[in-house]
C-alpha cells in the first residue's frame, strides 16, 4: 500500500518477488512491473498485507470423497 499523502492508502501493488510488485499505473494507462526501491515508492509505502487461503486448502480431499 503506497499513500501520496496522508495515511490512507491512495495506490496498491501485488508483490512478486525480487523487490517487483505489479499495479496499474494511471499515468502509464497500463498494468506494469515497477521496482520498490525506486525513491517515489520508497517516499509513500505505509504497509503490506499478506493474502493468504482464500479459499481454504484444496490439495487436500475433503472427507465427503473419501
Known sequence: FFSS???RPT???IYIGNDKFLHAA???????VSDL????YTMRYIG???????????????SDNQ
Open 48 to 62: 503490506a498485507r499478506r493474502v493468504a487461503d482464500l479459499w481454504g486448502d484444496e490439495s487436500e480431499p475433503s
Open 11 to 13: 495506490h496498491v501493488g
Open 5 to 7: 499523502g496522508g495515511s
Open 26 to 32: 494511471r499515468k502509464a494507462r497500463q498494468v506494469m
Open 37 to 40: 526501491n525506486k525513491i517515489w
